[in-house]
C-alpha cells in the first residue's frame, strides 16, 4: 500500500513538537496477502457453500489479496487519493475522532468512548475535535479509516451471500453471485491482512517519531523491510499454515467490536516490531524470532479473515428488518 508523505506532529511531555515526513511504503506486499487470502479460505469451515471451499476459490481469493493495492497507480490518481486512507488507521491520533458510549453497549471503553459504527459519524467527530488539537490533522486522509472499509466490505459480503441463500432457495442459478462473493472475499481480505500489520495502525509506521529514548530506527525503511523484502525473501504459506489449521473458528457475534478489539492488539505491537527491527530480526535471513513474529502475524490476518467470512455466512440467514420510513 502506498502511504503519501504525512507530516505529523507529534507531542512530547514538554508540548515540544516535531514534525515527520514519510515515502510511499506498500502493504505486506504482494506475497504477504497472497498468504493471508489463501490460508483463510483453506481453513473455512465445512458449513460455508462448497464453491467457497474449492480449488477455484482459493486460486480466485489469493489472487485478489494484494488487489487493492493494484489501485493505487498514480494513472488513476483519483482513486489512489480517495482510497488510500481506506488501509490504515493511527490510532494515536483517529482516539480523538471516539464518542460517547453507555456503558451496556458493546466495545464501549473503560473511558465511556468508542468508535462510532459510521464512517461519516467519525470524520464528523474528527472534525468537532479539530480546533481543540491545532497541532494535529485530523482529517480521514491523515488519520485513515481502515476499519470503516472492512466493515463495509464486509457487510457488502453478508449481503450478497443472503442474495446467494435466496437464489438457492428459488433454485435460481448462483454462477453470478459466486462470482461477486469470491470478489467481496479477496477484496476483504486485504484490509483484514493490513489490520494484521501493527504499522498500519500507528503513526510509528515507517520511522519511529517523537521521543525515542529506546533509539529505534528513524529511517523510512522498516516498513517495507517487515512486510515486503523479510517476507518475500523468507517466508512460505506452508510454514504460515500450521498456526491457521490449529486455530478454531471463532463465531463472530458482533463483527465490529471483534475487528476493534483485533486492530487493537495490532497496535501493542508497534514498539515490538521496533524492537525485533533494532536486534536485526528482519535482515536477510533475520533470526528465528523475527521470523517466528512474522508468521504469527501472517496467520494472525488469515484467522480473522477466515472468521470474519464464515460469520459474514452465519448473518447473512438473519431475517432483514421491515422498512420504515
Not at 483453506?42 to 462448497?50: E, G, K, R, S
Not at 488487489?67 to 490518481?77: A, G, I, L
Not at 517495507?224 to 523468507?234: C, P
Request: glycine share 8%.
Amino acid at each position: 500500500m502506498y502511504r503519501f508523505s504525512q507530516p505529523l506532529r507529534v507531542a512530547a511531555a514538554a508540548s515540544l513538537i516535531s514534525l515527520f515526513a514519510t515515502q510511499p511504503v506498500w502493504a505486506w506486499g504482494t506475497d504477504g496477502h497472497r498468504i493471508i487470502n489463501r490460508l483463510a479460505v483453506q481453513y473455512l469451515p465445512a458449513d460455508v457453500p462448497a464453491f467457497l471451499r474449492n480449488a477455484n476459490a482459493l486460486d480466485v481469493v489469493e489472487y485478489l489479496g494484494p488487489e487493492p493495492d493494484r489501485w493505487r497507480s498514480r494513472n488513476e490518481d483519483e482513486l489512489s487519493q480517495t482510497q488510500a486512507p481506506e488501509h490504515f488507521i493511527d490510532l494515536e491520533w483517529a482516539r480523538y475522532g471516539e464518542v460517547p458510549c453507555a456503558a451496556s453497549v458493546a466495545g464501549c471503553g473503560a473511558d465511556g468512548k468508542m468508535f462510532p459504527r459510521r464512517r461519516y459519524d467519525f470524520i464528523r467527530a474528527l472534525a468537532a475535535a479539530q480546533p481543540a488539537h491545532p497541532e494535529l490533522q485530523l482529517t480521514p486522509e491523515k488519520i485513515g479509516l481502515q476499519p470503516w472499509q472492512t466493515e463495509e466490505v464486509w457487510q457488502r459480503l453478508k449481503a450478497d451471500m443472503r442474495e446467494y441463500r435466496g437464489l438457492v432457495a428459488a433454485h435460481k442459478p448462483t454462477a453470478g453471485v459466486e462470482t461477486a462473493i469470491l470478489f467481496d472475499c479477496g477484496w476483504l481480505g486485504h484490509y483484514v491482512g493490513d489490520g494484521s500489520m501493527p504499522l498500519h495502525t500507528s503513526i510509528e509506521y515507517n520511522g519511529w517519531v517523537g521521543p525515542n529514548p529506546n533509539h529505534y530506527t528513524t529511517d523510512h525503511y522498516i516498513h517495507g523491510l517487515f512486510e515486503s523484502t523479510y517476507v518475500a525473501e523468507n517466508i512460505r504459506p506452508g510454514e504460515v499454515a500450521p498456526l491457521v489449521a490449529a486455530s478454531q473458528v471463532h463465531a463472530v457475534r458482533d463483527e465490529w467490536t471483534n475487528y476493534l478489539a483485533y486492530l487493537e492488539h495490532s497496535h501493542t505491537l508497534v514498539e515490538p516490531t521496533y524492537q525485533l527491527e533494532k536486534a536485526g530480526a528482519f535482515a536477510g535471513a533475520g533470526t528465528p524470532e523475527g521470523k517466528a513474529f512474522v508468521e504469527e502475524r501472517l496467520a494472525a490476518g488469515a484467522i480473522q479473515l477466515r472468521d470474519m467470512i464464515a460469520s459474514a455466512w452465519v448473518h447473512s440467514a438473519e431475517p432483514v428488518p421491515p422498512y420504515r420510513p
